[in-house]
Each structure stands twice: as structure tokens, then as C-alpha cells.
């Protein structure tokens, strides 16, 4: 019986290995494909105007310094990689700080209408930005805030969805904590600041890592409502980069070097923080 137990097994093993081996050259391909476009890009980043447009040179050019440079100091590329930091950093705080109160609201007071409430702040998902745009510029305009940082980052500070990722991961924390610290006579705040955020730091990252790429990616909104190119966004900046030509040509070494460089930050990002990113989808499937 052993001997027939042991050559069941070799001969399931053998006839599994090539359903195996088709996964994991399907998940090669997929890479493949997946990573194409941006090798291209950083590929082209390094070629003159001249060797793009030979479609037969597949090999690195030597003009990755000077595509670089002029994109960052000639196109004011790097102003506006810092404008877009900068922009994505205000929204990733006041998202993350506004969404914190509103799920400590939601789960730990009674109120009435508490579950209305909640459901109409999730049906706001139906109404994203793009579909607010006039209203929203009427608003920033009545403000006073158009053609400023405020009108860029406005409008992305409050959001469903780090309300309810924060309101999910909050129910799943011991009520038996809530307790003990209205028993230590614990104020709302402190109980948010001193338990709520130290256990929620892995959601906390991924909610950020989240915002931080939503934010830097953001280009119909800041393009309509910012009319000074000085305090324009990196996404807006690239189109700028569209109009460099030679000789009649598009400067695609040029425009690719730009896009690898708005690429970089949130890339870094992602790699620095993947970890928590990957718990906050792993709960969101939950």
C-alpha cells in the first residue's frame, strides 16, 4: 500500500506540474505586458528626438541627462513636483485627520439618525469631483480661494471611503477598551490619540499611501480651477512639456523623462509602504 501510495503521489505531482508551469508563465507574460509601457518610457527618456523616431533603435541613448535636466530646470518641472508634494501631503493630513472624527463619531456615539447619516455620507461616493466641477468652481470662486492651494486641496479633504475603512477597523477593536478608558475618565480625543490611532497605524499608512497617489494624480481639477502656471501641479506640467519640438518634431525623450520623474515620488511611496497597503485591501475584501 505504501509503494501505491507513493507512486499515486509522484504521478499527481507529474501531472500538476505543467498546470504549474502555464500559471507561471501566464503571470510572466502579464508582468511583461504590464511593465512594457513604462520600460518604453524610461527607454525613450534616454534618446534624442532623432532615435525615437527611428523605430528600430531599441537601444539607450546618451541624452538621459540632458532630458532630464531640461525638464526639471528648463520646463520648471521641479516647481511643479513640489507644488504637487506639497498639495498631496495637505490632503493626506486633512483626510486622514477628518476621517479619524467622523468614524470616532460614528462608532463610538449615539445620535440620532446615526445610521442615515453614515449611508448618506457613503452615497456621496456616487459624486465625485470630476462630476462637481462647475459648482465647485463657483464655490472657490465666491470664496476667494481660487488660483490657491486651497481650491486644489478643498475639495479632496473629506471622503467616504477613509470613513468607512476607519469606521470597519474601529468595530473590530475591543469594546472592552472603550470601557476601561471611560472608567479611567478618558475624554473623547485622548481616547482617539492615545488608543484609537497607536492601533490603527498599519490603516492609518495605507489610507495615506492611498490619498497620496489619488492626490498627486489629480489633473482636470487643478487645471481648470489654478490659472497661474507658477503654482500649477506636476500632472498639468507634463502637458506643458507636450509643446517642446524640433525640427517640427515632438520631443518624446523629453516629455518621457518628465513623466518618470512624476512618476518617481509616488512610486517611492508605494515601495516605503506596500506592507500597510496591502493590509488596508486585505480588510477592504473583508
Do not use: C
Not at 501531472?15 to 510572466?28: I, K, Q
Not at 479632496?156 to 470597519?168: D, E, G, N, P
Not at 479611567?184 to 497605524?201: K, W
Amino acid at each position: 500500500m505504501a509503494v501505491e501510495d507513493s507512486s499515486i503521489t509522484s504521478e499527481s505531482a507529474t501531472v500538476g506540474l505543467p498546470d504549474t508551469l502555464w500559471v507561471h508563465l501566464s503571470l510572466v507574460v502579464s508582468i511583461v505586458l504590464m511593465g512594457a509601457p513604462l520600460l518604453l518610457a524610461l527607454l525613450m527618456s534616454t534618446q534624442s528626438t532623432a532615435q525615437i523616431y527611428d523605430v528600430t533603435n531599441l537601444a539607450p541613448g546618451g541624452y538621459a541627462l540632458e532630458n532630464y535636466q531640461s525638464a526639471l530646470f528648463e520646463y520648471d518641472l521641479a516647481r511643479y513636483i513640489v507644488n504637487s508634494f506639497v498639495m498631496s501631503i495637505i490632503v493626506v493630513v486633512g483626510k486622514v485627520s477628518l476621517s479619524l472624527l467622523a468614524a470616532l463619531a460614528i462608532v463610538y456615539y449615539d445620535f440620532p439618525y446615526k445610521d442615515a447619516i453614515f449611508a448618506f455620507v457613503l452615497l456621496t461616493l456616487l459624486l465625485p469631483v470630476p462630476v462637481r466641477i462647475v459648482p465647485l468652481f463657483e464655490l472657490m470662486a465666491d470664496l476667494g480661494w481660487a488660483n490657491s492651494m486651497l481650491a486644489i486641496t478643498g475639495p479632496y479633504i473629506a471622503s467616504a471611503t477613509a470613513v468607512f475603512l476607519f469606521r470597519q477597523h474601529f468595530l473590530s477593536i475591543p469594546s472592552s477598551l472603550v470601557e476601561t478608558a471611560r472608567l479611567d475618565g478618558v475624554g473623547p480625543i485622548e481616547f482617539l490619540v492615545d488608543v484609537l490611532v497607536p492601533m490603527s497605524r498599519g490603516m492609518i499608512a495605507g489610507v495615506s499611501v492611498i490619498t497620496f497617489v489619488y492626490a498627486w494624480n489629480q489633473y482636470l481639477w487643478p487645471l481648470i480651477v489654478v490659472s497661474d502656471q507658477q503654482k500649477q501641479v506636476v500632472q498639468v506640467g507634463i502637458s506643458y512639456l507636450q509643446s517642446a519640438s524640433q525640427a517640427g518634431q515632438t520631443q518624446w525623450g523629453l516629455i518621457m523623462a518628465g513623466s518618470i520623474l512624476a512618476l518617481s515620488v509616488p512610486l517611492v511611496v508605494l515601495v516605503a509602504l506596500h506592507r500597510p497597503l496591502l493590509e488596508t485591501f486585505a480588510l477592504q475584501q473583508k
